[in-house]
Nanobody, 123 residues
């Protein structure tokens, strides 16, 4: 099955850190623009972070300075280092294909959505 496989979520206290990983099963990251998205209970899905092949990265305003996104094409993997976590970061995090460039926060293309990985940050 062609999909993304996310991992690394968990339960942490506010101020803690987690590193999420995403690998592509059955497709190559080099063929698409990839990004991280999240959806909290009762809220709409939102773009969190993304990075282009030229290294240009994009972040939601709420995570600037706390999250760092990176890509490893050799491993067909994308990562999201999350520091200084806040309770409002609690959500299911997904990686998926997206629009390239400044509209990075819009899912686009085949998607290849996985099951996501859950992050819970306690106060």
């Amino acid at each position: 099955q062609v999909q993304s496989v996310e991992s690394g979520g968990g339960s942490v206290q506010a101020g803690g850190s987690l590193k999420l990983s995403c690998t592509g099963s059955g497709y190559s990251f080099s063929s698409y623009c990839m990004g991280w998205f999240r959806q909290a209970t009762g809220k709409e899905r939102e773009g969190v972070a993304a990075v282009d092949s030229d290294g240009r990265s994009f972040y939601a305003e709420s995570v600037v300075g706390r999250f760092t996104v990176s890509l490893d094409y050799a491993k067909n993997a994308m990562y999201l280092q999350m520091n200084s976590l806040k309770p409002e970061d609690s959500a299911i995090y997904y990686c998926a294909t997206r629009r390239c460039g400044v509209n990075w926060y819009i899912p686009a293309g085949p998607g290849y959505w996985g099951q996501g990985t859950e992050v819970y940050v306690s106060a």
